[in-house]
């Protein structure tokens, strides 16, 4: 079992900049590949981005690239999305999740933290 817990979430206006960060706790974080979630009022789950367990490999959303970058530090048992150039159809809860394989797809991950908000204003 590996917790997580999301932070850094808030309201920006178009064009700004979030960090979001999801701490880890539990088994050996290192173990996991993570991934970053959103999911906007009354749509599915989006897969954002995804980082392999050492860090060396990253994926995606086509809607993201460019402007979106996940790291993770497992010395600190953390992984970050930094986001930048934010729109307000961005707006969304974003989670981070976890998993040994991991993946672009939500049922691809055991372990969800609770979420974070974001909104960005127009």
């Known amino acids: 079992q590996v917790q997580l817990v999301e932070s850094g979430g808030g309201l920006v206006q178009a064009g700004g900049s979030l960090r979001l960060s999801c701490a880890a706790s539990g088994q050996t974080f290192s173990k996991y590949a993570m991934g970053w979630f959103r999911q906007a009022p009354g749509k599915e789950h989006e897969f954002v981005a995804a980082?392999?367990?050492?860090?060396?490999?990253?994926e995606y959303a086509d809607s993201v690239k460019g402007r979106f970058t996940i790291s993770r530090d497992n010395a600190k048992n953390t992984v970050n999305l930094q986001m930048n150039s934010l729109k307000p159809e961005e707006t969304a809860v974003y989670y981070c999740a976890a998993d040994t394989e991991g993946g672009t797809e939500r049922y691809e991950y055991d372990f969800w933290g609770q979420g974070t908000q974001v909104t960005v204003s127009s």
């Open positions: 980082i392999n367990w050492s860090g060396d490999s990253t």
